[in-house]
């Protein structure tokens, strides 16, 4: 799905649907997307607009898929999804491990949600469970890449 395409497909699902910090959901996935750089693929921009639609909303991953999102995105996004029981430190893991190009994609997703999560972070505790994860998960994209 192109980048704009998905920023409009996720304006039409969120809304002006906020997190628990009050943020706009929708204006959030656009930090994310902003924060992968300029030489960011359009997948990798399309999946960070729609990275938390499976936890944020009632939409499965079949839904996207249906709905226009590409199979590497819905990928992507599976990975970017956390389990429902899944501790936040086995998330973090899972992604590190992630194979393949979206694996690749995920992890990039990732440490660009981490650094947007933590400049916005309302709590300490908050900030620095995402502070920590973000060494990890830049490692394990450099060793993938490396």
């Known amino acids: 799905m192109e980048f704009a395409n998905a920023v ?14 009050g943020g706009l959901l929708l204006a959030h996935g656009i930090n994310v997307a902003e924060a992968l750089g300029r030489g960011s693929t359009s997948s990798a921009m399309s999946a960070a607009v729609l990275h938390g639609m499976l936890e944020e909303t009632e939409w499965t991953i079949d839904d996207l898929a249906r709905s226009g999102v590409d199979p590497l995105e819905c990928e992507v996004i599976e990975v970017l999804t956390r389990r429902s029981g899944e501790t936040y430190m086995d998330y973090v893991r899972r992604i590190c491990d992630a194979s393949g190009v979206a ?4 992890r ?13 972070a309302d709590s300490d505790a ?14 394990a994209l450099a060793a993938a890449v490396g």
């Open 8 to 21: 409009v497909f996720a304006a039409r699902v969120y809304g002006a649907s906020r997190d628990r910090s």
């Open 103 to 106: 694996g690749d994609t995920a």
């Open 108 to 120: 990039l997703v990732m440490v660009a949600d981490l650094t947007v999560s933590a400049d916005r």
């Open 126 to 139: 908050l900030r620095q469970r995402y502070e920590q994860s973000l060494p990890m998960v830049r490692r």
